[in-house]
Every structure is written in C-alpha cells, then in structure tokens.
C-alpha cells in the first residue's frame, strides 16, 4: 500500500523557537558548522489502492485545512513513497 508524505514547516517570516533551542544546543555540542534548524512536521498517510490525482487533490486539501495551521505553516511538501516490493499489509 502507498503511502503519501505530507511535510509543514512554519512560515519563513516567522521565528521558529523550537529550531533556534535545537540550533543553540548543536552550538553548545561544538557543531557550529550548523548555523539554523527550522522544526517542521511530517504527516505519513497511508492509503489503499492506487495513488490518482483525485487522491492527492484530496490529500492537498487535508494539508491545507486540516494537517497545518495556514496563518502560521505551509505545507511545502506532497509526495507518494510505494510500498517496497513484496510487502503486504
């Protein structure tokens, strides 16, 4: 069975004052090499049957009204990950 990815991250314009904790931490570990992180969220919808622009369309307007918050994320991401060969549910 497919399942389909849905990425959000917060809004570029806004603080994201998750990232910058997790981004003082690594400062604090020595990786100063990394100078941002921005905190997101990963939804992992899995579906039965085949994957169609229906299908998506719908899945669109589950991220938009559903799975994110419009006034302070974006869904900047949509895709479809196939079960590997083989593997049965």
Avoid at 29 to 37: A, D, E, P
């Amino acid at each position: 069975m497919p399942t389909i990815v849905v990425e959000v991250m917060p809004k570029a314009e806004l603080l994201d004052p998750q990232g910058k904790a997790v981004a003082g931490a690594l400062g604090r570990l020595g990786k100063s090499r990394f100078t941002s992180v921005r905190l997101g969220k990963r939804f992992e919808i899995t579906v039965a049957g085949h994957v169609d622009g229906a299908m998506l369309a719908e899945i669109q307007e589950l991220a938009d009204t559903v799975l994110s918050n419009s006034v302070i994320e974006d869904v900047v991401g949509i895709h479809v990950l196939e079960a590997p060969a083989g593997e049965t549910h």
